[in-house]
């Protein structure tokens, strides 16, 4: 038997097991480089974890909640003040009621759709009942692009007199908005009516 020199304390060389098999390659690659690529992998999926939870955390407003339901709060109580000014200013012809609200130039659009209307000889007087967020979409943090359901009932009038020359109750219609951050709320920039329906 060979004799082993270890009296220097340094790492002692065995002879070879002549019985011990070599760890085998897999697909060419050696263990160590597959030990390697398992680290890396390790070190990618940590990484990962913790970015999606720092995506999680930054995307949750006030005691946890998430941003697009706090969004969606706060535009629908935007939309529950709003809205039944802007049926009277449709009723009294003016739109100064609705500066807290709308951008000056949704106003002046608004403006002239009453105007195009007492041309035509007819005053209109939506009443508002109800208004659904159905649907939000918000990017850059302070803009937003809303759809909702909203429910009025609708008359219309011969201009100067009490004459209904048209009524529609319980109107349902599907309305677009496009919408701006503004301090604690939100302004209107626009208000497209895309579909109504009589239930």
Known sequence: MPMLDCA???RCDFPPDPNRRAMPSIR???????HAR??????????ASLLCLLLVTASCGPAGTPSEEVDKAEIQEVLEAYLPVLGQAYANGSTSSLEPWAVPKEQARIQLRIEELEARGQVYEPEFKSVTVENISVWNYSNAFVTTVEVWDVRAYTL?????????L????RVKYQMKRK????SILYRELEKTSDE
Do not use: H
């Open 8 to 10: 220097s304390m340094k």
């Open 28 to 34: 060419g690659v050696s263990p160590t480089a597959w």
């Open 38 to 47: 398992g680290i890396l992998l390790y070190r990618f999926l940590l990484s």
């Open 160 to 168: 100067g007199t009490r004459m209904v020359i048209n009524e529609s």
């Open 170 to 173: 319980d109107q349902r219609s």
């Open 183 to 186: 301090g604690e709320g939100w």
